[in-house]
C-alpha cells in the first residue's frame, strides 16, 4: 500500500503504517515513539496499528465499537496483523485482526465499523457535560511535562494541558482517581475516527493519583460516537474500583466543540 502524502508527515499516520503482504495480511513496525511508564508501546498506539490493518478490508468507513485484548507486553519492532472479515452487512461491518510479534500473539482485537455522518434527523440525548476546563493556553505546564523525559516516547508524541498541576507529579498518594485534561497529538495532527481508538489509552492512569504507577491493560472497549472536530480534545478519566490487582479506568472524550466522540472502559492489573 502506497503511504499517504498528506497523512503521512504526522507521526501516528507513519508509526501506524501498515503494508500488505497478502489477502487479509499486514505487516508493519512499532516504533519507540510511544513508550509508557512500563517501557512498552502503549496499548492505545499498538491498537491504532492493528485497526489500520482491519479496516483496509472493510467496506464501512468509520470504527463504531472496538474490543481488544492485549495478551502479550510488546517491543518496538516488526509486528504481523492478520484480519478476518467477519460479517459484512448494510449499516455495518464487523471484522477481527490479530496482531503478532516474534510468532506469539501481543493483541486480538474485534471491531465493528459503520458510518458516522451526521443524521439531522436522529435523536439526540445528552445527559452529561463536557468537562469545565480552562482554556488550554491558560494551563500551566508543568516542567515535568515540558521537559519530555527521556525513555517515556508518549510524552514526546502527545500534549497534555491539566488545569491544575497533577499532585502526583509531587509524589502525593492520597487523591481521587480522577482527572480532567486537555489533549492533542503534539506534532499538529487533528484527531479523527481513526486516531480516537487509540487516543483513548493516551491518558496518564488515574490510578496515578492513589501511587500506582504500573499498569497494563488487560481488555480495552472503545465507542466512537461522533467525527471530531479539529482542535484539542477534552478529557475525563476516572476509576472507582481497585481490588484483586485489578482496576477499571473509564474515559470519555470531547471535541472542542462539546460533542462527545469516545468513551472507553478498560480492565487494568497493578504491577
Not at 43 to 67: C, E, H, K, M
Not at 87 to 96: D, I, K, N, P, S
Not at 122 to 136: G, K, N, S
Not at 154 to 162: F, G, L, P, T
Amino acid at each position: 500500500m502506497s503511504p499517504d502524502p498528506i497523512t503521512e508527515q504526522y507521526r501516528f499516520d507513519r508509526d501506524t503504517r501498515v503494508e500488505k503482504l497478502s489477502d487479509g495480511e499486514f505487516t508493519a513496525t512499532l516504533t519507540d515513539a510511544w513508550t509508557t511508564f512500563t517501557s512498552h508501546p502503549n496499548g492505545g498506539y499498538i491498537l491504532g496499528t492493528a485497526l489500520n490493518a482491519l479496516r483496509q478490508n472493510l467496506s464501512q468507513p468509520d470504527p463504531l465499537a472496538v474490543s481488544a485484548f492485549f495478551l502479550r507486553p510488546a517491543a518496538p519492532g516488526a509486528v504481523t496483523a492478520r484480519t478476518e472479515v467477519v460479517r459484512e452487512g448494510r449499516r455495518t461491518a464487523t471484522g477481527q485482526v490479530i496482531l503478532e510479534q516474534n510468532g506469539k500473539e501481543i493483541v486480538r482485537a474485534t471491531a465493528t465499523y459503520g458510518d458516522l455522518t451526521p443524521d439531522p434527523a436522529a435523536r439526540v440525548l445528552t445527559l452529561d457535560t463536557p468537562p469545565d476546563l480552562p482554556a488550554p493556553e491558560d494551563c500551566p505546564v508543568p516542567d515535568e511535562f515540558a521537559d519530555r523525559p527521556d525513555g517515556l516516547g508518549i510524552a514526546h508524541s502527545v500534549e497534555y494541558r491539566y488545569p491544575t498541576r497533577p499532585g502526583w507529579l509531587d509524589g502525593e498518594k492520597d487523591g481521587r482517581p480522577h482527572a480532567e485534561f486537555w489533549m492533542r497529538f503534539a506534532d499538529g495532527r487533528e484527531p479523527d475516527v481513526h486516531a480516537l481508538p487509540a487516543m483513548v489509552d493516551f491518558a496518564p492512569p488515574a490510578v496515578l493519583s492513589i501511587g500506582e504507577f504500573t499498569t497494563i491493560t488487560v481488555e480495552l472497549s472503545v465507542h466512537v460516537r461522533a467525527r471530531p472536530a479539529p482542535g484539542w480534545l477534552a478529557c475525563r478519566v476516572f476509576t472507582k474500583h481497585v481490588s484483586g490487582g485489578l482496576h477499571e479506568e473509564d474515559m470519555e472524550v470531547w471535541d472542542s466543540t462539546g460533542t462527545l466522540v469516545a468513551q472507553c472502559r478498560q480492565l487494568a492489573m497493578l504491577l
